[in-house]
């Protein structure tokens, strides 16, 4: 790599505009309607420098990208013990929208699995008001965002009307006390959560306000704490991208995390956050052009943390 960065990430760009494979997320309708040929990447350092190329200010759903950071809210607002007690660490090579639970304790394995996620949504703010609970959400991911952020209202409607089987994985947490308040509730908030919409540029700052030990590398709020960061990169690592986490681990080498609706994000300790766009999906559910540019940056830019 040896031209200016912004020219290197267009150039990046091109090398794989022209991968049409893999499809758009349609379990969810509304993500079904999406421009397919969407495709943006940002590169947004630790000391506030911002890269962007592509379609990076294109709004879409944060999806399953909302889990680390409220993974970070949960961590931060309980400590790293009673986050642990009720959901795993262990990758668990399986499908985001597999149970999995550990057997013997019942704990779903991680918090980037939907039944991690969904348990995880309840252990930030009050139990007693799930209202409140959303709201703090929206807020911390905001923080994150270093602006205000809203829920996609059309999109959130459009998945409460097939989240079967959000609704089973809640029913199974909620007949072993791993959620105790109503699973119809919790999948609603936890719904609400992964559509929030987001821009690239967004996407690539909360990775970088991660990377920079949680925080902002803009508006320099301390969103969560340093050892909050590290776990939360740690998870990112062993289990972001699910049952592709340990050829991602071994083949681009930092922590990442993708969602359906085709953002993917990686976070580099005390370097930078980077954020990809692109919707059509490969058979993990990870955007295929998003994974591919990942690759590519890492190759260019020795970013292959071992
Ligand atoms: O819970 C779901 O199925 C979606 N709201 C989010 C899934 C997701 O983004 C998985 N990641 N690739």
Known sequence: MDTPIPDYL??????????????????????AQVDPDQLGVVLATVDGAVYEAGDCAAGF??????????????????????VLDQVDVEPSGEAFNELSLEKG?????????????????????????????????LAGLSAFAGRPLAV???????????????????NMLRSRDSIVEDPEDVVAAYTRQ???????RDLALMAATLANGGVHPLSEERVVEEWVARQVMSVMATC???????????????????????????????????????????????????????????????LHMM
Not at 68 to 81: C, T
Not at 152 to 170: C, K, L, M
Not at 194 to 200: E, G, L, N
């Open 152 to 170: 996609d209202e059309a999109a959130y409607a459009s998945e409460s009307e097939t989240a079967f089987r959000n609704y089973a994985i809640a």
């Open 240 to 302: 972001g991208m699910y049952d592709s986490a340990g050829d991602w681990i071994s083949t681009v080498g930092f922590p990442a995390k993708s969602g359906v609706s085709g953002g993917i994000i990686g976070a580099l300790p005390g370097q930078l956050g980077i954020a990809a766009f692109s919707p059509r999906l490969d058979p993990h559910g990870s955007s295929v052009r998003g994974v591919e540019v990942c690759r590519r940056l890492s190759a260019d830019m020795g």
């Open 61 to 82: 759903t944060i999806q399953s990208i909302s889990k680390p950071f409220v993974y970070a809210l949960a961590l931060q607002q309980r400590g790293l013990e009673a």
């Open 194 to 200: 992964c559509s929030v919409r987001v821009t690239t």
């Open 10 to 31: 267009v150039e990046v760009l091109d090398a794989v505009a022209a991968d049409a494979s893999g499809a758009v997320a349609d379990y969810i309708p509304e993500l």
């Open 105 to 137: 304790s019942g704990r779903p394995l991680n918090p980037m699995i939907n039944a991690g996620a969904i348990v995880v949504h309840t252990m930030v703010g009050d139990a007693q008001d799930p209202q409140g609970r959303c709201e703090q959400v």
